[in-house]
């Protein structure tokens, strides 16, 4: 299974991140590694009795519905480049721009 | 040449509505509306390394109860996925939601068509899910501001098919679901607070064809008066580009409400795209089949159901039952007021107007207790008030309470039905009014309503209309 250049940018596209034309064929031959030790696994053949092992619980657990926040080491500010009047900052999303000029 | 056959307009609709929980989806913030920006946050929903979800059973509850009332089968597993997508109000990287095993599928939903009568919007499923946080795009220039106060707060997503054919039809859609949710009390539906939230699919196509034209999706639609408007917008969009030759894209709209238009958001992204795979940290979600009974047997009677009681069982029409049980609130109240005694179709009347007209005044307060309004319409059916009467003094019993004979009484408006008192009123109109008196003893008998009237005023209200108009009678004839 090979992953091709034009695969790894549509995936660094929804990844928000910025890669060179330089790091193409690196990116592209790892993923082909992933994706060809996925297909190894999905070979095997999970149908005949074989159970896949999940850790923890078997079924979800409930909590009971009350308010009872774990507080945070540090306020919100802290976690931010940016923060005012409450709120973290990020540049201007696209589809807004000039939504307040 | 033959025109080209008109455009048919499809829509489906993912409805998402925000569960009525105290705390989160997975975690023990509050999940109240209003609370200033990011201050209803912890290390679970704002994504911080380490921390794991815990499920909020009561969610898993009410959207159990929301599915059954929509006529879902409930599956007794399904599973989390994480749904992986960038954006700034979304710090964990990846929403919770469910994806190839959702909560419920294969409901249904009747509404009233304003085109086609009773209609069926089928609801292909229906699954859980966390909410984003809020993105405010015109707070500070050249910066969006990001609220995660609302990142965790439990949500379910209803989806339908392709159903309707109408931007109005949509609405009629999305008014009974509300109506629908809201008796089962799993949400509050405030769609001004965001509690219920639209994104509608449409395409256009000729009418007559088979195949559905390529859709786009509207989002920010926040307001039941926007979803006409919006999906009008979006639909007449698409038939100018087709018509000038041109092609619809798939992809995100957003609609703005200001300028009554909608504009691209993002290249739509396919499911792929989101990359969904379970959740790591979620075992999957195993429902017992008591555990479903239970929340079956939790669901109150359905509008639909309630609707058809009443006019079977207090011999209401259709439209006056629709009334009376667009509200759970105000179908339980009527219910409370017959069961105190009132007549039936008397209290459905005083329940359409008096009481409805001063809930609406009052935050949809019903302000006057049942008990008191069954007394109320008892008086005047018993001939003690006068409609008139009985309307001021539903009145006072809103305002300041009390009982409404003891209010009738100190207002003195209890109605006077001794005949020599009756008779005094009559007379002394008759003597103020000879030419009247002249002109209904020459044949002009329609006077007499003037005579009851004068009465009325005379007794301020007070006169037993039917005895007045006894003695009105004889003494004109005499």
Known sequence: M?????????????????VSEEALPLLAEQMSRILEYVAQINAVPASEGVKPFVPGPDALRFRADEVKPIPLAFGPEALAPA?????????KLGAFEGADS | MAAPASWETVIG????????????????????????????????CLGLPGALPMANGLALQLAVRAALALGCTVHSRSVFARKNYFYPDLPKGYQISQFEQPLATEGSLSYLSPDRGIATATIQRLHVEEDAGKSLHDRFPKHTAIDLN??????V?????????????????LLTLKQVLEYAAVSDCDMEKGSLRVDANVSVRRVGRPELGTKTEVKNINSFAYVEKALTVEHDRQ?????????????????????????????KEASHDYRYFPDPDLPPLVLREEFIAEQQALLPELPAKKRERFVEKYALSVTDAAVLTADRSVADYYEAVVHAGADAKAAANWVMTEVLADAKDHADGLRVPAGALANLIGLVRGGTLSHQAAKRVFGEVADHGGEPRNVAEALGLIQVADTGVVTGWVSEVLVSHPTEVARYRSGETKLLQFFLGQVMKLSRGKADPKLAQRVLEEKLVA
């Not at chain 1, 923060?83 to 540049?91: A, E, N, T």
């Not at chain 2, 998402?16 to 290390?43: E, I």
């Not at chain 2, 609302?150 to 949500?155: A, F, H, Q, Y």
């Not at chain 2, 098919?161 to 109005?168: A, C, I, L, T, Y």
Request: hydrophobic share 40%; charged share 20%.
């Open chain 2, 13 to 44: 609709l993912e409805t998402h509505v925000q569960l009525r929980t105290a705390s989160k989806m997975f975690c023990g913030c509050s999940a109240a509306f209003g609370a200033p920006p990011n201050t209803n946050v912890c290390p679970v």
């Open chain 1, 2 to 18: 090979s992953v091709t250049h034009d695969e790894v940018l549509k995936i660094a596209r929804l990844a928000e991140l910025d």
């Open chain 2, 157 to 173: 997503e209803i989806v339908t098919g392709p159903d309707f054919r109408s931007p109005q039809e949509a609405r009629a859609y």
């Open chain 2, 150 to 155: 609302r990142c965790g707060v439990p949500l």
């Open chain 1, 83 to 91: 923060f005012k009047d409450g709120f973290f900052l990020v540049p």
């Open chain 2, 239 to 267: 038939i100018a580009l087709l018509e000038g030759g041109g092609t619809v894209e798939q992809q995100t709209l957003l609609y703005d409400a200001k300028t009554n238009s909608v504009r691209p958001q993002r290249a």
